[in-house]
């Protein structure tokens, strides 16, 4: 079995360090690079060969922030896992890293069970968040009129949307929706062109601004 690689982008040693030997424990995963800025880890992404598995970003580092390097990032690498990690716990700060293509967020004083249920759940669905995330994805944006034509999406794309929402796998929206999960995906590569989103996490920003799913929590 192939370890899952990851990479750790963090400008504080200490807490690169911690991070790096937790993870390390599990023999699965293996950090495999380590940048304290954001431009380092660019110019490692540009020139290797194959993407890490997963990529644990901080939000505030010198040179280039965790937002910037994740939108810079996201526009030519779509498929990239980064998951963001701050002490950050503001609103604004969090929804704007996943509108850039984040596909999780850890706070720094998450526990290790956390992290490792964070790690795992984004490699099988894509993305990860809890419903706090998503009340604060869903704060950040409520005020925000859209272009959303009701027609736009079919009944089928707006169902198929709705379990993305809920962090359903390929195979649980399938059986759902009694369809096989080659047709969930393809359904799903419509849903990112018609919404001109990078990824799955995009398309929870779109249902969210355009009240095609509604957090199930008190906001």
């Known amino acids: 079995m192939n ?3 990851i990479v750790l982008v963090e400008d504080e040693f200490l807490i690169r360090e911690g991070i790096k030997a937790l993870i390390n424990l599990e ?21 290797s060969q194959k993407l890490p598995d997963i990529v644990l970003m901080d939000i505030k580092m010198p040179n280039l922030n965790g937002i910037e390097t ?22 604004t700060f969090i929804a704007n890293m996943l509108e ?10 998450t526990t290790p069970t956390e992290i490792f249920t964070t790690i795992n759940k984004v490699l099988e669905n894509g ?3 809890d419903e706090t995330i998503i009340s604060f994805v869903y704060n950040n944006n409520k005020v925000n009129k ?3 034509d ?13 379990l ?23 359904h799903r590569n419509n849903l990112l062109l018609k919404t001109e989103s990078k990824n799955v996490v995009g398309l929870v920003v779109f249902a969210i601004k355009n009240n095609l799913f509604f957090p199930s929590l008190e906001i």
């Open 27 to 47: 023999s699965y995963f293996e950090v495999i690079e380590e940048f304290s800025d954001g431009q380092a880890f660019v110019d490692f992404i540009n020139n």
């Open 146 to 148: 859209s272009f959303f």
């Open 3 to 5: 370890k899952v690689t």
């Open 100 to 109: 850039v293509g984040a596909v999780g967020y850890l706070p720094k004083s």
């Open 150 to 162: 009701n027609d736009y999406l079919s009944s089928r794309e707006k169902e198929v949307l709705t």
């Open 70 to 91: 994740t939108k810079l990032l996201m526009t030519q690498y779509p498929e990239l896992k980064i998951i963001a990690l701050s002490n950050y716990n503001s609103k």
């Open 164 to 186: 993305i929402c809920k962090q359903k796998s390929a195979t649980e929206i399938g059986e759902t929706l009694h369809i096989s999960p080659r047709t969930v995906d393809g």
């Open 127 to 129: 993305f990860y968040y």
